[in-house]
């Protein structure tokens, strides 16, 4: 899982989230792709959201999104970028 602190080292929650290779924080959200879909966890107020659906046939690997609210999208043997709408 995942464990939560404050700025001064002292824990707020913990998230049980297992089985993630990567994750992101942008903007007290914490990012992750877990069971074909990117979500979103918003640290603050706790609630989670799905930013993006994905099919399993299409061999995602991991996602990234940047600042601009472009997705990166690694698959087995490309890259493609997308941009939120």
């Known amino acids: 899982g995942i464990f939560v602190f404050d ?5 707020l929650y913990h998230l049980d989230i297992k089985n993630l290779s990567s994750f992101q924080v942008l903007d007290n959200h914490l990012i ?8 979103s966890w918003n640290l ?8 993006a659906n994905w099919e399993p046939k299409e ?5 990234i999104v940047d600042q601009q ?11 493609e970028v997308l941009k939120l709408l």
């Open 69 to 79: 609210e472009y997705f990166y999208i690694l698959k087995k043997e490309m890259i």
């Open 59 to 63: 061999n995602i690997q991991q996602v």
């Open 44 to 51: 603050q107020s706790r609630l989670e959201t799905i930013l």
């Open 7 to 11: 700025l001064f080292g002292q824990y």
């Open 32 to 39: 992750y792709f877990e069971e074909h879909k990117l979500k």
